[in-house]
């Protein structure tokens, strides 16, 4: 799914509400750019938060599956004898003695198109293909060990190279044109300077620390389904229809989630497993993924391989800019990759092309992760316009900020706000970079050779349809509420800090409450779009629940402000007060309530699309950034390692510096993962992907931790919202791998265009000390 | 994971008699000894190991560190790592132990693992682990799947046509350059086994790792009295900054005395189907000058037999550097 698809799909409702008020433009209290804890933070800590396989009920089950072990073919025969007379067993489910379940075809996005045992077929490894259910884990997992299948294997490939043949671009049945301006073609083939080079990424795998998990009950007539679900109300949507039930008889319920990455963006197929199995057995029913299935089972950063050209002048303008990729995605479900998202616009060209082509392959579905498209697109974007620049003999941060532009040659439109060349020159500043000598291995700290390299970043900006409801209570309290969630990126922290900031009620005295799919429809947490979507709402309900607050403080009996009307009152500091006075002046406003015998003040909110609101409409709306990245490579070992990361982003207005920084330094940590260690790798004698565990597919460690320098230009985009804050989960990874790659390049001379960097690269570096 | 019985003998003894009832002490063990349990249960989870029977010897009195009369150390089999490497005794004269258990696994992992299982410890190869694949080590005569598989983690020397699985143990190769003694306690005998001739090759029988029979159990490790004068140094490679296993790996005992190297120990990890002790990088230091040229023709010597498979050939040049760099590194006083 490109990401404007996406957009469009979270925005679905686009006749749908606009803002009932007029977005505020006075400057916010200083609690929006606070650095604030986590509100949650102290559950976390002590253990007390519940996440979806913590949840036990009463005669609770247990539903192991069973994956294929075989690539591609047919099941043709499956032995459960032994399994279900082993210990505990209740019932092996499989296609043939599984309840009807259904695809879905509207309201709501299902990551696997296919339900689960919809019929004989193994489309990759792993696949479920039966599912052991027994009164213990233990008593499950080992029945599900024991069934026996038996396959007729048939042709697969899982082949890393995409060059299969397929028709000319824009040809039928050939690549999608998807952005295409001049000639690029000819001007290309005519230019003086060329840059043509293929860059290519593996599969990733998410890897969030929470495995997927369901725990499904069914009680005759309603389904529960706690879940690790990065969209709650999408979930609902999918699943009543897998399931073939009413809206209202599915809840689903996602408090805390262990990261998702994407990942958890859609359902998976053990949900309807778990949900099945509880009907089936009229118990409650655990299904938790193991690693292993983590790796097969519910998506992965698809490989791309992304054909670059470039066309320049002797003096670094950018005459032509082709990108030309392919991904893989799974034989049922077309996941396009969106590679070219920040190509047509990030530099000023006249002449450019983005072409995109599936290739089809026995894997799992893909899915977003973090940046998808973008991220493994401005690898090869950002390499090629570093390649350029050396072969330019010119300064990498200085070639791009020749190519800067304030339009989107794209769209034609201006940018919402733009700043990606203060990105460049404060990361410059903050990195030295003046300091850099272009040579390689030119530089020298010690024993060690330095590498310095840079790429700029880019992410889109969008908002979606949300509702939200907030009470200010008769104690004093706050309460606010979505049907979104909390993937652990601050989003209980900043919704309390919206009420905090309309109320004067201080965050500790607000109640956040998401992760259920019966509260007001909220955003999906992803496309780093869920703060943008959610504040509008959150600040409309705040607004609205004070209205009620201010019209009792002038009806009350005994109220100070008898008589008064709402636009005679304010509150603030927590206070009713009148608007041209101090709040130390009124009343706490739990006092009007008390008044009035009022449990609560209640307000709903609700957020139209992108543009809505503003007149967004008219322009191109993104997040930019620049990634600095110093190596340091000792070349007698062989060994590498990322020393120093300055990273600036222009993401609009940080609501929480504290979660906002760290959501920064767990992108840059995830970048070094994915420029030096991260690659899932798939057998080609089987289409297993072998390194299925967490010691062969690595990541970053704490040692591997550089040092990290963040800063956010924290200017507000006019055009997002009120606040002016563009969401910022993807933005961070955004163009470290190619600063990584760059940096490289400059210690040791090898060029990487084949992620990642591995010592079987390195080690055929000529520079030496 | 298959159902066990679980028994806590009170003597060594009483553990020798129960672990005796097994056919093998090897690959298909029917009993099998716990101690930190950080391999055995790791692989019982995925069905690799399938014991009957599972003898706890935590309680035993195994855990002393000592010195003997001759003046070496006897760690005893249930030391946990962490302790070995934080030992008084360890750091002053056995360094390289230290420095290879510390560049191993986690802290968590550590304070579990112990000096015996560490020495049992089995090969990460992918295949080994998930029995949906052919493993010769694993079940024998089903063929080796890492052969012209994923087998970019694996060895480079001592391979053969039916695994190339490499040891993936830091420990083992500290104590393999010092000259480390196994000792054993076994139905009928105690014995005691150098290191060197403790593993063994894969050759035709890779699911035979080392010489224990049925009912043997590791009792201590004895190493011989310290080298004074001596430098050591545990150099390891690998992909990420800890927590991982080595690419390559260089345990070093170097003593140079008149400008000569006069006594010189060379042991490898990562490239290795066992702890990987080189006599020919040995033989080309032993009586030679401390200089780079020789270290380049040891680390060469010490190579001159590997056999690269599919994905790993980067290996024999990482390892040359990894030699040289140690070497090198042991001319200098910790």
Redesign the interface.
Known sequence: MLFSEFLDFIQADKAGPNGHIQASTAEPTAVIGASLSRVDGPLKTTGSARYASDYNFPGMVYAVPVGATIASGKISNIDTSVAEKMPGVLTILHHSNFDHVYRNASGGRNSEQRPPFEDDTVYYWGQYVALAIAETFAQAQAAAAAVKIAYTPEEFSVATDLSDPMPAIGAPGGPRILSHRGDPEAVFASAPIKIDYTYTTPAETHNPMEMHATVAIFDGKKFTLYESSQGVMNHLNVMSQVLGVPKENVEVISRFIGSGFGGKLFPWPHSALAAVAARRLNRPVKLTLSRKMMFANVGHRPRTQQRMRLGATPDGKLLSLSQDYRNHTSINDDIRENCGEATPFLYSTANLQVSSALVRRNVGTPTPMRGPGAVPGLFALESAMDELAIKLQKDPVQLRLSLDTLTDEEKNKPFSSRHLKECLEVGSKKFGWEKRTPAVGSMRKGDLILGWGVAAASWSAGRGISEASVSLNVDGSARVSSGSQDPGTGTYTVIAQIVSDKTGIPVTRIQSVLGSSSLPPGPTSGGSTATATIIPAVAEAAVNAIKVVLTTAGSAKGSPFLGKQPADLAMSSGRVHLKNQTPDSGVPFQEILKLANLGSANGEGKTGGYGSDTDGKNFSSHSFGAQFVEVEWDPGICHLRVSRVVSVVDAGRIINTKTARNQMAGAVVMGIGMGLLESTTYDPRNGHPINDNFADYIVPTSADHPEIDITFLDIPDPMIGEYGARGIGEIGLAGMAPAITAAVYHATGVRVRDLPVRVEDLITSTVAI | ???FTFTQPATVDQAVQAAAKSATAQQGAQVRFIAGGTTLVDLMKL?VERPREIVDINILPLDRVELNAEGGLIIGALARNSDVAHHPTVLRDYPVLSQALLSGASPQLRNMATTGGNLLQRT?C?YF??T??ACNKREPGTGC?AI???NR?LAILGTSKDCIATNPSDQNVALTALEATIQIQGPQAKRSVPIHDFYLVPGSTPNRENVLEPGEIITSVTLPSPIAGANFTY?K?R???????A?ASAAIVMKVSGGKIQHIRVALGGVGTKPWRSLEAEKALEGHSPDRATFVRAAEAALRNAKPASENA?KV??SR??I??ALTMSTKSA
């Open positions: 994971m298959d159902t069905n990460r992918v682990r998930d949906a694949h799947s012209g598989g994923h983690m150099l490679l992909d990420r900054a800890a927590y991982e296993f690419l980067f040049e990482l550097r990894c040289v760099r």
